[in-house]
């Protein structure tokens, strides 16, 4: 039990390190909606000649979130990829 406590000295250092990165998680959070956000508008054109196409409005929407769902499963499998292996390289 011991060897699991951490000295109050360092505990103000691990908490400003939580903060940290949780300050950097929410940056790239807002910068990949950002650039979702900037890819969807650019596709103006593209959903404009869908729907004249006669695409249904909920059709569009889930084009989106299906490539949205794509894109997140796969950056979190590739997060888990980079954590399990910097486990091993740190073990």
Do not use: D, H, K
């Not at 360092?10 to 790239?28: E, F, M, Q």
């Not at 650019?42 to 084009?63: D, M, N, Y």
């Amino acid at each position: 039990m011991q060897s699991q406590t951490v000295a109050p000295s360092l505990r103000t250092s691990i908490y400003v390190l939580w903060g940290a990165i949780g300050c950097v998680l929410l940056i790239v959070c807002v910068n990949v909606a950002n650039l979702l956000l900037t890819r969807g508008a650019a596709r103006r054109r593209e959903v404009a000649i869908r729907a004249a196409l006669g695409a249904s409005r909920s059709r569009i929407v889930r084009l989106f979130l299906l490539e949205s769902l794509i894109l997140s499963l796969t950056g979190a499998f590739a997060g888990i990829l980079f954590a399990s292996l910097a486990v091993l390289l740190a073990a």
